[in-house]
């Protein structure tokens, strides 16, 4: 069964840094990987995206802050978050797009294969 795994979450206090790691046999290059987020009571939403060939993007929320990256050596999906806010206290996620395309797709639904999640608190 394909599967993600999530790590690196925690507690941290406003300002503070925290890197999150993915890998399992859902990682891939061959299709986008990305990072969301969700909020108790909301829909996960979309944080950064990046294809096998290492182009990212991230959501305003988070740019200048928030890094995506992989080491394709290690199978791994890296998310290096500095500056947090409270306001990014959310449980993370990892996924790997449905179908390949040349730019990552965003939306939740587009992502077939998840993590269980890792919780990322931030105190202020």
């Known amino acids: 069964q394909v599967h993600l795994v999530e790590s690196g979450g925690g507690s941290v206090q406003a300002g503070g840094s925290l890197r999150l790691s993915c890998t399992g046999s859902?990682?891939?290059?061959?299709?986008?990987m990305g990072w969301f987020r969700q909020f108790p009571g909301k829909e996960r939403e979309w944080v950064a995206v990046?294809?096998?060939?290492?182009?990212?993007t991230s959501a305003d929320s988070v740019k200048g802050r928030f890094t995506i990256s992989q080491d394709t050596n290690k199978n791994t999906l890296y998310l290096q978050m500095d500056s947090l806010k409270p306001e990014d206290t959310a449980m993370y996620y990892c996924?790997?797009?449905?179908?390949?395309?040349?730019?990552?797709?965003?939306?939740?639904?587009?992502?077939?294969?998840w993590g269980h999640g890792t919780q990322v608190t931030v105190s202020s």
């Open positions: 859902g990682y891939t290059t061959s299709r986008c």
């Open positions: 996924a790997a797009q449905r179908d390949y395309t040349v730019r990552c797709r965003t939306p939740q639904d587009e992502y077939n294969t």
């Open positions: 990046i294809t096998g060939y290492g182009s990212s």
